[in-house]
């Protein structure tokens, strides 16, 4: 399949970008249930001095709907492709990728794929698998019976899913350079991308690809996460090839909803040459 | 199936579940909490005020831990205060939504400042799951959340209902939809290898063909099996069947990502793939090599090569509409697709005519005239065991009458691509080749077959039925028993059959065309000397060899009227036949003129376009017109 063209991917996945186009790039990359909007107290906090790139997962917010397929998503390898050629068509040179959840794991996926247009990663609340392993004594927090539920509930809970994701209008006078665009929605997510996607999310095992990570690797830890526990960040930092483990004072699973200002600290901290 | 009142009936709880909060009421406006309502109640009346509400809430910190709940959540869930106050509130949801909430609700209520109506469950101490509705404020200075939780067992049980309807039309919608993509699927698939067949093998190559051609040629294979009808019949269909399942899998294995395979027919596959020119040879070098492995069909170990043909699309191809086929002897209103595989056809048949087991290219323009007629006769082999062949019938009518006594039959090969080729363009390739002894059995037997059907019609009449015989078939051994066994098996007498041999035929060994004739005159048929007069007229044969008729040459008939010396001519013949005591016949008239010079001469039966040309059969013998 030939390559989309690089309009046809800025179009596909709502690309936003933000700050001077020869500095330094950032990408943020949501996790489930969320959309780009969710990263701009952070975002907002790099446009001055980097260019700052921020997209919708296909399915999520304002990226083309129309272009979800099944297929291609059925796992992280085609959302990892879809980073990559969002690189590509912006001729990004040595990206900082910050990921976020789920997001974090297409980030890795895609720099094992390519690392050419990758310079470092940023893991927020990364989990390389949420279901504990009690084979290999890994904890991911999530047992097996959470699990059955978790899948269970992503077919009865359709309307319950359906409700939650549908568009909420957010002003935000605090924040009015934020601009029209990314105040007209919150986090729209289709219910059956979000079934598809909490599947392919929850159900993933992605720890074989951490060794496989060849660039600087960078991990957000937060207190008392839900869905990724301490555990589970360390484990990613112990097994990436180049990591650092950070560890938020924010607790949840958001940091940089709850805590913009220190999740962008702690980013800008560990910036490759940050002066 | 329950009734809507009977479950309207059953929805409150039998069970006492103390303090249930009330439904929330449908008007939105009213349904958020009010926003100014105290976090940490301050005086003792708010105090009891906020542990009496009927609303089960909650007070919960910006990053998620629950601060303080009130009675009635504590009633409804069977909590005890001190197991969740401190704990994160997630914790308190079934994991679905638990995750919902981590990921998108806390997020939304961080960022925006509420939540309105969320569903969700509430887990109780027991671990019943409580249907609820969640609607939360967020309050700006402390950055607590005001969480309310609404009972929504009703509503709940509603959208169970409707899911249920729902993902009873997707499945059905699902079952609809695979059943059209069975449909869809048989008519491009050939149900015994699963690949394309050559329906759906065209649809994707006129695809392709459609593509802008920046990337390398569309390049059909074109693959027939060597000997797969000695399989068939000497091992079965079965076996056939089952060689054919074993070369789709092998040239399957062979071919490179993204190349289509499709079985076209019989032994027949064809490739489709875009690649370089330079890339031709090594594809079909894989092919020929993935083929040539013995295959074991019912214990005996078959070995089976192929020949393969190669056409690549090119401009002309594309573009071309009328012109470009006319190019290729071929029919005006095929598309690029058809005109493609055709070329590859073409190629093929090169490849068996130079021996098997070997490839090669399509060639436009290509005029060497061995290749043509090795090409030709590959084709016609394949025509005779194909049932490409026809017989058309052109009425012997008497000169004076104009009565029709009989027929002679002439073969025609309705080409699939050339259209219906007339035996100028093929019968002296097969007298060359030796394929004319099974081109002409096949015209004897549909011959004697067909003047045996209009004998039984109804309407019908007994006709002499003419056949024309080549020195080849003449001098071959199995003739005489093979037209013995024919006559038997259709019941067709003797006498209604004709022969016709040409002088040349005759003379090319006299000895044995002898034996043959004397051989088939005893069984009581009719011989004739066909064309006579244009080879070795020789007075020695008409003596040596006992004919019926002579059949004057159309070159001699057509000047008779115009040309005092071949009016001569034909005089001639018509005595020289009645001196010898046989029938003679007028070939080629075309004329009024023609035929009444005949007739002066007192010649007997006559045949032309005159009367009629010849025509395929219809249920009844033809008719002069």
């Known amino acids: 399949m030939p390559a989309p063209s690089p309009a046809a991917v800025v179009h596909r996945h709502h690309v936003t970008q933000l700050g001077p186009p020869d500095a330094p790039a950032l990408v943020f990359a949501h996790g489930f249930g969320s959309d780009q909007d969710m990263w701009r107290d952070v975002a907002l906090r790099f446009a001055e001095d980097h260019r700052v790139v921020l997209f919708d997962h296909v399915g999520a917010g304002r990226s083309d709907h129309a272009a979800y397929d099944a297929e291609r998503y059925a796992s992280l390898d085609g959302y990892a492709e879809d980073l990559l050629e969002i690189c590509e068509a912006l001729d990004l040179r040595d990206a900082v990728v910050v990921g976020h959840s789920v997001g974090a794991m297409v980030a890795v996926a895609a720099a094992v794929r390519d690392a050419s247009r990758i310079g470092q990663l940023v893991l927020v609340a990364p989990s390389p698998r949420y279901v504990d392993d009690p084979g290999t004594g890994y904890v991911g927090g999530f047992s097996r019976e959470d699990v059955d539920e978790l899948l269970e509930s992503l077919d009865s809970n359709y309307f319950a899913w359906a409700a939650m994701m549908a568009p909420v209008v957010m002003g935000r006078p605090d924040a009015p350079h934020l601009g029209e665009a990314l105040t007209a929605s919150f986090c729209r997510l289709d219910p059956d991308v979000a079934r598809d996607f909490a599947q392919v999310t929850f159900l993933s095992d992605s720890r074989d690809l951490l060794p496989r990570v060849s660039v600087p690797t960078v991990v957000l830890q937060c207190e008392q996460d839900a869905l990724a526990p301490r555990a589970v960040g360390e484990h990613v930092r112990r097994t990436v090839p180049h990591g650092t483990l950070v560890q938020l004072r924010a607790a949840g699973h958001c940091p940089h909803v709850s805590a913009p200002e220190e999740t962008a600290a702690a980013i800008r901290h560990h910036l490759l040459g940050a002066s | 199936m329950t009734s809507a009142p009977e479950r309207a009936a059953d929805a409150p709880p039998a069970a006492p579940r103390p303090a249930a909060p009330p439904r929330p009421r449908t008007d939105p406006d009213d349904a958020a909490p009010p926003a100014t309502a105290p976090a940490a109640p301050a005086s003792p009346g708010a105090e009891a005020l906020w542990h009496a509400a009927p609303c089960a809430h909650l007070v919960v910190s910006a990053d998620g831990a629950v601060v303080d709940v009130n009675d009635t959540f504590l009633r409804w869930t069977g909590h005890r205060r001190d197991d969740v106050v401190g704990s994160d509130f997630a914790r308190l949801l079934p994991v679905g939504d638990r995750i919902l909430f981590s990921t998108h609700g806390l997020p939304q209520l961080t960022l925006t400042g509420r939540l309105d109506e969320v569903a969700l469950q509430v887990r109780g101490a027991d671990g019943t799951r409580h249907a609820a509705l969640l609607s939360a404020v967020r309050l700006d200075e402390s950055g607590l959340l005001l969480v309310a939780l609404f009972s929504a067992a009703e509503r709940r049980r509603y959208e169970l209902d409707l899911l249920a309807a729902r993902r009873r039309a997707e499945d059905s919608e699902a079952r609809i939809a695979e059943a059209e993509a069975q449909a869809q699927h048989r008519v491009r698939h050939d149900p015994l290898t699963g690949l394309l067949n050559r329906t759906g093998l065209l649809e994707v190559l006129e695809g392709e063909l459609g593509e802008a051609c920046c990337e390398d040629p569309v390049t059909v294979v074109y693959i027939d099996l060597d000997g797969f009808k000695t399989v068939n019949d000497s091992l079965g269909h079965a076996s056939g069947d089952e060689l054919l399942v074993e070369a789709a899998a092998r040239l399957r294995a062979a071919l490179p990502e993204g190349a289509a395979l499709a079985r076209l027919a019989g032994d027949e596959f064809a490739v489709l793939h875009r690649l370089p020119a330079a890339g031709v040879r090594f594809l079909a070098e894989d092919l020929l090599a993935a083929l040539a492995a013995p295959v074991v069909l019912s214990g005996v170990e078959v070995v089976v090569s192929a020949s393969i043909g190669v056409a690549a699309a090119d401009d002309e191809l594309v573009a071309g509409s009328g012109g470009a086929a006319r190019d290729d002897d071929g029919d005006g209103a095929e598309g690029p697709g058809e005109r493609l595989l055709r070329r590859a056809d073409a190629a093929m048949y090169r490849a068996k005519a130079a021996g098997r087991a070997c490839w090669r290219r399509h060639e436009p323009g290509r005029g060497d005239p061995t290749a043509d007629r090795l090409l030709l006769l590959e084709q016609l082999r394949h025509a005779i065991a194909e049932g490409q062949l026809r017989l058309h019938y052109q009425p012997r009518v008497e000169v004076g009458s104009g009565a029709v006594v009989g027929v002679e039959a002439l073969v025609r090969w309705q080409h699939p691509t050339r259209g219906l080729l007339p035996p100028s363009e093929f019968v002296d390739v097969a007298e060359d080749s030796g394929l004319v002894r099974e081109l002409g059995a096949w015209v004897l037997e549909e011959a004697v077959a067909q003047a045996v059907r209009w004998e039984r019609h109804p309407d019908g009449a007994p006709v002499q039925m003419a056949v024309n015989v080549s020195a080849r078939q003449l001098v071959d051994p199995r003739l005489v028993p093979t037209i013995t066994g024919l006559l038997e098996r259709h019941g067709l007498p003797a006498h ?130």
């Open chain 2, 496 to 625: 209604r059959l004709v022969l016709e041999i040409t002088e040349t035929a005759l003379m090319r060994q006299p000895e044995v065309a002898l034996a043959a004739l004397r051989d088939l005159r005893a069984l009581g048929l009719h011989l004739a000397v066909d064309d006579f007069g244009t080879g070795y007229s020789s007075f020695t044969y008409l003596k040596r060899f006992a004919v019926d008729e002579l059949k004057i040459d159309r070159s001699f008939v057509a000047g008779m009227t115009t040309d005092p010396r071949d009016h001569a001519i034909v005089a001639s013949c018509v005595g020289l036949g009645h001196a010898l005591g046989v029938v003679v016949v007028g070939e080629g008239v075309e004329d009024g003129q023609q035929r009444a010079a005949l007739e002066e001469l007192g010649c007997d039966l006559a045949q032309g376009y005159l009367f009629s040309r010849p025509v395929p059969p219809g249920p009844v013998p033809p008719t002069a017109g």
